[in-house]
C-alpha cells in the first residue's frame, strides 16, 4: 500500500465520546500533519510533527490530543467535542521541514469526515 | 508574513472552455509554490508545482507559471473537462505551508 492513508473514512461521535483518527504513511517521510478543512473555511493548520516531536500547535483546545509514536504513524485522540469541531479532517506528510528547507510538498490523507452530534 | 490570496469562486464554464484561476501570494525570500485539487468526496491532491521564478509547473493539461516580478502563480487550462470538476488550492511553502481559500469550479457539459 502506497500513499498516506486514514481510518475511519467517517465518523459520527455524541460529545461525551472519546475516539481516534488513525493516519499512516509509505512514503518514508518525517513529518506529519493535521489539518481541519470546515465547509467555507479555509484550510486550518491543527499540528506538525517532526521526527516523532511535536513542533507546532496551532493554539487547538486541549479536546484534541494528537500522538505521534513513530514517523508513519499520527493519531488525533478526540474527546468531549462540540457540535462545531464537525469537519473533514486531513493528515499530511512530507520530507523533514528542516533538512528540505521546508520547500517540499506536503502529501495528503483522504481524510475523516467526523460529524458531532 | 506569508499568504496567499486566490480568486474567489465558485467558478463555473462550459466544456472545453479556457480557465484561469488567479493566486497571488506574499513571502519572504523564496517560496516553493503549488497547486493541489480536491476531488468530491478526498483529500487533496498535488496538482502541479513551481520551485524558483520563472518555472513553470504542469500536469493534466494545467499549467502555471511562478512570476516573482508579480508576486503570482496562476493557473490555466486551454480547455475544461467535466471531470476537471473539483476544488483548487494554490499554496506556498516557506518553512510552513500556507493555502488559499480554494475555488470551486464546475464544468458543465
Known amino acids: 500500500e502506497t500513499g498516506v492513508t486514514q481510518t475511519p473514512r467517517h465518523l459520527v461521535m455524541g460529545m461525551t465520546n472519546k475516539k481516534s483518527l488513525k493516519c499512516e504513511q509509505h512514503?518514508?517521510?518525517?513529518?506529519m500533519y493535521w489539518y481541519k478543512q470546515s465547509a467555507k473555511k479555509p484550510l486550518e493548520l491543527m499540528f506538525v510533527?517532526?521526527?516523532?516531536?511535536?513542533?507546532e500547535n496551532n493554539s487547538v483546545p486541549s479536546r484534541f490530543s494528537p500522538e505521534c509514536p513513530n514517523s508513519s504513524h499520527l493519531f488525533l485522540h478526540l474527546h468531549t467535542l462540540q457540535p462545531e469541531d464537525s469537519a473533514l479532517y486531513l493528515c499530511?506528510?512530507?520530507?523533514?521541514?528542516?533538512?528540505?528547507?521546508?520547500?517540499?510538498?506536503?502529501?495528503f490523507g483522504p481524510g475523516t469526515r467526523l460529524t458531532v452530534l | 508574513g506569508n499568504s496567499v490570496t486566490q480568486m474567489e469562486g465558485p467558478v463555473t464554464l462550459s466544456e472545453e472552455a479556457f480557465l484561469t484561476i488567479n493566486c497571488t501570494y506574499t513571502?519572504?525570500?523564496?517560496?516553493?509554490l503549488f497547486w493541489y485539487v480536491q476531488y468530491p468526496g478526498e483529500g487533496l491532491q498535488l496538482l502541479l508545482k513551481?520551485?524558483?521564478?520563472?518555472d513553470k509547473g504542469s500536469n493534466k493539461g494545467f499549467e502555471a507559471t511562478y512570476r516573482k516580478e508579480t508576486t503570482s502563480f496562476h493557473l490555466e487550462k486551454g480547455s475544461v473537462q467535466v471531470s476537471d470538476s473539483a476544488v483548487y488550492f494554490c499554496?506556498?511553502?516557506?518553512?510552513?505551508?500556507?493555502f488559499g481559500a480554494g475555488t470551486r469550479l464546475t464544468i458543465k457539459p
Open positions: 510533527y517532526n521526527f516523532k516531536e511535536q513542533t
Open positions: 513551481a520551485t524558483k521564478a520563472d
Open positions: 512514503l518514508g517521510h518525517n513529518a
Open positions: 513571502a519572504t525570500g523564496y517560496p516553493s
Open positions: 499554496a506556498l511553502r516557506n518553512n510552513d505551508m500556507r
Open positions: 499530511a506528510s512530507s520530507r523533514n521541514q528542516e533538512t528540505s528547507g521546508g520547500l517540499y510538498e506536503q502529501f
